[in-house]
């Protein structure tokens, strides 16, 4: 079996859920307090040892290109102005992990996103990580399913349990018992409430092996008249055993209003450097 050491990484669409400002600027560039979403799932695949990402684009992303850059004027300007910390924030991410860069020319659906990193992967087994997912875990989310391939040597769906009221918005599964490591049986994309087979939804972690290629070159589209990756894992589950795994952590859908404003409360939250104030202004605001 060979290691997980390749990442994909899809951020070509459109973030229409947080218009206006994703008109001009890439959703995986909104920061949560002061760092783009982007890095946060970048930097929770160098912390799993992912060594290659491949991060999927389309037109009007550049800044994503940019953001992981070198950018030496600035990189002069501040060891000039002493300001090391900083300087090594923006460089030593970079030093850590190799970052390519593909377009997906038409958008028209995760399953043709993840399509698009078919000659990256070759012949290995990859990491996906979708960018409107944010996990704070003990362990990375992903090394978490990393190593339950290296149980199973077959495909992972990272799920976690959701209300019934929002089963229509996930790819939903189910699997033969309820152990945090288990077969998946059926997979449905976005189901309304009553053709859910379970609350098991898949939460935008993934380890995928090759194969799943062949079967996004012919999937159909579905759901959304998009091409789903969620239909083409259904098809690989009819050839091959697919496992998911309960992810254990905290989860925010950062590509909801609502989520992102929480990720930024807890991320606020837990950092040495601004937590007092920020609890403090909480408090003030909330007083009734
Ligand atoms: C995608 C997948 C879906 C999954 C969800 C959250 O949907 O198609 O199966 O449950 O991400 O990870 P999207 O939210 O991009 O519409």
């Not at 960018?131 to 875990?137: E, S, V």
């Not at 349990?161 to 976005?190: A, F, H, N, P, R």
Request: glycine fraction near 6%.
């Amino acid at each position: 079996m060979s290691k997980v050491t390749k990442a994909v990484i899809p951020a070509a669409g459109y973030g229409m859920r947080f218009l206006p400002v994703t008109k001009a600027i890439p959703k995986e560039m909104l920061p949560i307090v002061d760092t783009p979403t982007i890095e946060y799932i970048v930097r929770e695949c160098v912390d799993a040892g992912i060594t290659d990402i491949l991060i999927i684009v389309s037109a009007n992303k550049n800044s994503i290109i940019n953001h992981f850059d070198r950018n030496f004027e600035l990189e002069y300007k501040l060891k000039e102005k002493n300001k090391l910390k900083e300087y090594e924030e923006i460089t030593g991410l970079l030093d850590k992990v190799n970052i390519y860069f593909v377009r997906q020319k038409e958008l028209i659906g995760l399953g043709h996103a993840v399509l698009c990193a078919k000659s990256f992967a070759g012949n290995d087994p990859f990491a996906l990580l979708l960018g409107d997912d944010l996990w704070r875990c003990r362990k990375p989310a992903i090394k978490q399913l990393i190593e339950a391939y290296e149980e199973v040597d077959s495909p992972i769906l990272g799920v976690k349990q959701v209300l019934l009221k929002e089963v229509s918005s996930y790819g939903i599964c189910k699997t033969v018992d309820d152990e945090k490591l288990t077969k998946v049986i059926d997979l449905v994309e976005k189901p309304s409430i009553d053709r859910a087979p379970s609350k098991k939804a898949i939460s935008g972690r993934y380890i995928l092996t090759p194969d799943i290629f062949p079967l996004l070159e012919t999937q159909e589209r579905g759901a959304g008249n998009e091409i789903q990756l969620t239909d083409a894992i259904k098809r690989l589950s009819e050839k091959r055993d697919i496992y998911s795994y309960e992810i254990t952590g905290k989860r925010y859908d950062i590509g909801s209003v609502v989520g992102f404003v929480e990720a930024t409360l807890d991320y606020s939250l837990s950092r040495a450097d601004i937590k007092e104030a920020i609890q403090e202004l909480i408090n003030e605001k909330t007083k009734k």
